[in-house]
């Protein structure tokens, strides 16, 4: 996807893989992505929660998908009318994404790149709003208060990840994100498909 807007932002340089886990999204597990979660509880309930923290936000809000995976959410971008940056580790995830998006490709504005979410190469305050959903379980805790500090940095209005928060070997607390934020404050924490799995909202104060 190609947009003047857009053409000021640099390639990011791609990363080593985020975690262990992070980099097992290729081939066949990047294709049947969807198919096998989409009509998942757990998928269904973020669906209607991230869209929904979204849907206030004017046409031409320019917007970070950081891991954008398959890109479940360009329909809704694309509907809306934001500018999209789609950006991920895996070059098969991103192939999804341009299929999923080549249908409504006519109305897409923004581009795909290849990226991580802890370095993203993008200049400071060069997007609005940033979304990180389903990476901070392959992310060390550490990375996951680097990934914040990043989204600060480069975002201006909204920060929006999810987080499995308890009972969990993979879990990474709400105060462990706090404590990255700066200038930053938590004003949405809702339970996704249970109490312990969060799709928290940052925004500055």
Known sequence: MNNPLMEYLPPAQPQQPQAQGAGKYHGQIATGY?????????????????????DDLPEGTVVLDC???TGRFLPFYVEKGFHILGM????DMLKQ???KIAP??????????QGDVRNTG???KSIDVAINCRITRWLSPQD?????REMQRVACQRIIWTARVANHQHAR????FEAALDGWAIVRNDAGVDLDYRILMAEPV
């Open 67 to 69: 891991p954008v995976g």
């Open 88 to 91: 991920d580790l895996s070059l």
């Open 122 to 124: 993008l200049p400071d």
């Open 97 to 99: 994404t341009e299929a």
């Open 104 to 113: 409504i490709a006519a109305n897409a504005v923004g581009e795909l790149r």
């Open 144 to 148: 996951c208060q680097t990934m914040i």
């Open 173 to 176: 607390t709400v105060e462990l």
């Open 34 to 54: 969807d198919a096998k979660r989409e009509q998942s509880p757990k998928w269904v309930i973020e669906q209607q929660i991230i869209t929904g923290m979204l």
